[in-house]
Nanobody, 115 residues
Framework: QVQLVESGGGLVQPGGRLRLSCAAS????????MAWYRQDPGNQRDLVAS???????NYADSIKGRFTISRDNARNTVDLEMNSLQVEDTAIYFC?????????WGQGTQVTVSS
C-alpha cells in the first residue's frame, strides 16, 4: 500500500506563500485522485484541492485563485503552491490518495499563518 509523506509546512505571515509537497512511496500514475485536505482543531477535515490521474484539478471555493495543485507522476509527488495566505488558512494539511479500493492519508504538516 502506498505511503504518503508531507513536507513544507511552517509559519508564514499573512500575504506570504508556502509550497507543500507530498511524496508517495509507490507509483501514483494509476491512482485516481491525489488531494490535499486541511483540518483545524474542532473542525472536520475539508478538501482543499484534488487532481485526477489525467491532471484535472478541482479546488475549494475558499482557495480558488490563491492555491495551485500539481501532480508529477514521474516523481510520484503532489505539490500545493499556496499564495496570498490568510490567517484562516491555518490548519494541518494532509495529503490523500484515493482510488477504487484505496483511501490513504499522510501524517499531515502544520501551516500557521500569523503576524
Amino acid at each position: 500500500q502506498v505511503q504518503l509523506v508531507e513536507s513544507g509546512g511552517g509559519l508564514v505571515q499573512p500575504g506570504g506563500r508556502l509550497r507543500l509537497s507530498c511524496a508517495a512511496s509507490t507509483n501514483i500514475d494509476s491512482i485516481l485522485y491525489m488531494a490535499w485536505y486541511r483540518q483545524d482543531p474542532g473542525n472536520q477535515r475539508d478538501l482543499v484541492a484534488s487532481v485526477t490521474n489525467l491532471g484535472i484539478p478541482n479546488y475549494a471555493d475558499s482557495i480558488k485563485g490563491r492555491f495551485t495543485i500539481s501532480r508529477d507522476n514521474a516523481r510520484n509527488t503532489v505539490d500545493l503552491e499556496m499564495n496570498s495566505l490568510q490567517v484562516e488558512d491555518t490548519a494541518i494539511y494532509f495529503c490523500n490518495a484515493r482510488g477504487a479500493e484505496m483511501n490513504v492519508w499522510g501524517q499531515g504538516t502544520q501551516v500557521t499563518v500569523s503576524s
